[in-house]
């Protein structure tokens, strides 16, 4: 048996990473399979999806899963994956378990039935930030987890409503009036404004694509856990604790155009 191995990943390592012997499992790919993939587990059934231009398809022409392998499935549901232990040699699970009620239980099964793996979902410092997808919302509104990757594995945050409202939790271009609030103030009134102004810094800076997702390669195993937060004040500090340590990376924001409104070259 190989030994343990975790560490930080990227996607396009997978053609190095998955042997051409493998048998390999996309977890969640319904929307977008793994091309490689020889099983695909997900809510969606084939008929719904079969049509999608599948991940890495340059790689892999012709998709190894078939109408026979599409299982559908509620990963959630807490009823084992109808797989054996260590039936699969690679699993994958691609922007997938920031949606689900149950990550935890996804990754325990994704350790059972598969001998390694690769995971990978947004990144938080992008859950942070206002106007990713909508100005009113930080990050994707649809994600119920924030995901930070530890020493051995994955950490889940569940998304509080509060971090949408107040402009002290969030990752900002630019002048931030709220840099040494931690509590509410007065000046939270003015929170409303900040919507005009995520909108125009967007069109000057784009988040830096390095901090846009967090990927890991694991094998044997990972530990995955979520951090309990229910009272008020401790979400609150969680939130800022974030915050504060985004501080000290000084690259989250690249510039996209000059001032007069020039588009950069990448």
């Known amino acids: 048996m190989e030994r343990e191995l975790v560490r930080p990943a990227r996607f396009e390592e997978l053609p190095s990473l998955i042997k051409p012997s493998d048998l390999v499992l996309d977890v ?6 793994l091309s490689r ?12 999806r079969y049509a999608v231009q599948p991940y890495l398809s340059d790689v892999w022409p012709t998709p190894h899963y078939s109408a026979e392998t599409w299982i559908q499935w509620d990963v959630c549901s807490r009823k084992p994956w109808p797989f054996r232990d260590k039936q ?10 920031e949606d689900l009620r149950d990550p935890l239980w996804v990754c325990e099964e994704m350790m ?3 001998k390694a793996g690769y995971l990978e979902t947004p990144n938080r410092i992008v859950e942070s930030m206002l106007g990713i997808e909508r100005t009113r919302y930080c990050g994707y509104s649809h994600h119920h987890w924030m995901c930070e990757l530890t020493e051995t594995g994955i950490e889940f945050t569940f998304k509080h409503a509060q971090m949408h409202a107040y402009r002290r939790f969030h990752l900002s271009v630019g002048l931030d009036l ?7 103030h007065p000046g939270e009134v003015l929170d409303v404004f900040e ?4 909108a125009m810094k967007r069109w000057f800076y784009k988040v830096n694509p390095k901090y846009s997702t967090i990927g890991l390669y694991w094998n044997n195993g990972f530990t995955c856990r ?7 004040g401790d979400v609150e500090a969680d939130l800022m604790q974030f915050k504060e340590r985004c501080r000290t990376i000084k690259d989250i924001w690249l510039p996209k155009r000059t001032w007069y409104g020039k588009r950069l070259r990448a």
């Open 88 to 97: 699969f040699d690679f699993v994958i699970c691609k922007q997938t378990l």
């Open 195 to 198: 919507r005009l102004s995520v």
């Open 28 to 33: 969640g790919g319904g929307i977008r399979p």
């Open 112 to 114: 059972r039935v598969s």
């Open 226 to 232: 979520e951090k309990v937060l229910i009272d008020k």
């Open 178 to 184: 709220s840099r040494s609030q931690r509590d509410h």
């Open 37 to 48: 993939a020889n099983y695909v587990l997900d809510f969606l059934s084939w008929p719904e």
